[in-house]
């Protein structure tokens, strides 16, 4: 039998920038070696036609055709490295000027060699959801050290995604033990408690939510919401790269997340449609979802995303490419609300440092920290920084290493940010101690993490959207101009930072209140227009 990659001995590569990246944690090699006709698939990132003005994407653009065909790719590009790439022994499986992606597919020694790497089976540690916990171990296909592009490719190609199917994220949410449970809330409570607007119930509006795993079953929907007397919401699944929705019976897995994220986003807006966007748990399946999120018919209104892992490990290409989704959802209107993570300042490293969490720290979204409520008779009785102590749980929150602070925040005087990205933006009750009653896999239980801030702020924008009749799309530069319409956390910290008069970078500007947010919100508008 012929060496499939013999035609490639001469290939001439370049190096493609950013896209080193380190060995997995507790490396082992798996039982069996990568069989040579194992295909394996890639996501191709290609460069901007043009420009964004990011001063015009906070505020949206007027014509998203328009947008897109000058700040897509150029066709010219995708031709090349679609006729580049199938020249070189792989498929073109899709390939789209207006999102810059192509999908390819090839022999694994094939794509190896395309891209200047050597592919092997092993096994991992999969992302903790706590620090304390110790990481199950995952098998799958793995790459280190830089990636390199054919050189009729080089500068036009800016990311090369999926090679190395490793966990790229981990779901932020924490069930709580019973005799933990101090207090907790429907959704519809909670709703009623941050003083969502009334006479709102996401009519009109579409939800997509991104979830890396799991799945949902009507019959959980149909059981959980005809109690709580909202009617049972439009809730449909959408498959990216192959994943769908698949329950996995198991409470407390992934499934735990699809049915949060379902469960308050359908409480809380329940006649927005839904849409759950299901996808591998890697840097190309999350990137992919994300862009067929943004750019899907109609576009969403918000999009939520509970998912994430500390931006120092991702590699430089990923991060670029998943913030360029971000840009494309913001100029396109869509809020996208963003989990800042459930292990402190940390966000469970172990290296002494402080670290906040990607896609989080993206200054393109929302960024959702956590709190712990108590209510009485109906009202608030009070709200704190959520943290629970180490390996317990509490809001992630700090300051980016990778991106700069945007206008809006430096505007605003956000303490402490000096050049980096302030994260979280806002915040909602995220405590397990005072969480989220709802429905998985058919047992009751209360949830908490920053996971449920997500969808919660997400709904919000639903219903803001629906009584503005247009989207409010980034949030962060309207919302910082308003900080008096927060409720403003000034009690707690989540390890190396504490909330004060202010933004925090622990819970941001606070957590919402819907009725005074709108208010500020028609204002603004209307002085706009």
């Known amino acids: 039998m012929s060496d499939p990659t013999e035609p490639l001995d001469h290939l001439d590569l370049v190096p493609l920038a950013g896209s080193e990246r380190p060995p997995a944690p507790g490396l082992q090699p798996a039982a069996a070696a990568l069989p040579s006709d194992a295909p394996v698939q890639a996501t191709l990132v290609i460069r901007r036609k043009n420009a964004v003005d990011l001063d015009q994407v906070a505020q949206g653009v007027p014509d998203a055709a328009a947008y897109l065909r000058d700040h897509g790719a150029d066709p010219a590009d995708v031709d090349l490295v679609a006729s580049t790439l199938t020249g070189l022994g792989l498929t073109v499986l899709e390939s789209d000027a207006a999102t810059r992606r192509v999908r390819v597919e090839g022999p694994a020694p094939v794509v190896a060699r395309v891209f200047g790497t050597e592919l092997e089976a092993v096994t991992s540690e999969a992302p903790g959801s706590t620090a304390a916990a110790a990481a199950p171990r995952v098998e799958h296909r793995h790459r280190s050290g830089g990636l ?72 959980d929907l149909d059981a959980y919401f005809g109690p709580l007397g909202v009617g049972s919401p439009a809730v449909r699944s959408a498959s990216v790269d192959g994943a769908t929705n698949q329950p996995g019976g198991d409470p407390s897995g992934a499934d735990g997340e699809v049915l949060l994220d379902i469960e308050v986003v359908g409480a809380l807006a329940p006649r927005a449609d839904i849409v759950v966007y299901f996808a591998p748990n890697t840097d190309a399946g999350f990137v992919d979802a994300v862009t067929a999120a943004a750019h899907a018919t109609p576009t969403p209104t918000a999009l939520s995303i509970s998912w994430g892992q500390s931006e120092d490990q991702w590699t430089a290409q990923a991060r670029q490419a998943f913030d360029e989704a971000l840009v494309d959802a913001a100029a396109l209107g869509v809020t996208v609300t963003a989990a800042s993570g459930d292990n402190g300042s940390t966000d469970g490293a172990t290296d002494g440092r402080q670290h906040v969490d990607f896609p989080a720290s993206s200054p393109h979204l929302l960024a959702c920290g956590g709190t712990s409520l108590k209510a009485t008779a109906g009202a608030i009785s009070s709200e704190t920084v959520w943290n629970n102590g180490a390996g317990r749980g509490a809001t992630g929150g700090g300051i980016s290493d990778t991106f700069a602070a945007p206008a809006w925040q430096t505007a605003a005087g956000v303490p402490g940010t000096g050049s980096g990205r302030g994260v979280p933006d806002v915040a909602g009750n995220a405590d397990p101690a005072t969480g989220y009653e709802v429905l998985v896999d058919g047992q009751r239980s209360v949830i908490g993490g920053t996971s449920a801030v997500a969808p919660l702020w997400a709904a919000l924008a639903a219903r803001l959207a629906q009584s503005l009749g247009a989207p409010v799309g980034l949030l962060g530069p309207k919302l910082y101009p308003v900080e008096s319409s927060f409720r403003d956390i000034t009690e707690g910290s989540n390890g190396a930072f504490s909330a004060g008069t202010g933004w925090d970078a622990c819970t ?20 706009s227009g």
């Not at 941001?508 to 002085?527: F, N």
């Open 148 to 219: 390199s592009v054919p050189r009729a490719l080089d500068g036009v190609v800016t990311a090369v995604l999926g090679l190395d199917d490793r966990p790229q994220a981990r779901a932020q949410f924490r069930i709580a033990h019973a005799e933990a449970v101090d207090t907790s809330f429907t959704p519809v409570e909670l709703g009623e408690l941050y003083a969502f607007p009334e006479g709102t119930d996401g009519t009109g509006q579409t939800v997509a939510i991104i979830e890396l795993g799991g799945g949902f079953a009507q019959s």
């Open 508 to 527: 941001g500007l606070g957590s919402p209140d819907g009725t005074r947010l709108l208010a500020a919100l028609s204002g603004s508008a209307a002085h």
